[in-house]
């Protein structure tokens, strides 16, 4: 279950923020908002998935994935 939940969040909402890096910051910022994207990415990703297995047990698996589809 944690891994299909990472798999469809991997194709939904993560690759968003690196498509942004490139166009929105400059060549000069670039590498530190690059820091900043992978970091919150990263704490995003971890959240998410250690939210999984809580949420399995509060609600159904269904209800689960239909509230994350609700969040994306």
């Known amino acids: 279950m944690v891994l299909s939940n990472t798999a469809f969040f991997s194709i939904g909402m993560a690759p968003i923020p690196w498509g942004y890096i490139t166009e929105i910051f400059p060549l000069r910022l670039r590498t530190a908002a ?24 509060a609600i159904t698996i269904g209800g689960t994935f239909f509230s994350f589809v609700g969040f994306t």
Not at 38 to 49: D, E
């Open 34 to 57: 690059t820091s900043m994207v992978v970091a919150v990415n990263r704490v995003t990703s971890g959240v998410i998935l250690m939210s999984m297995t809580s949420l399995s047990k």
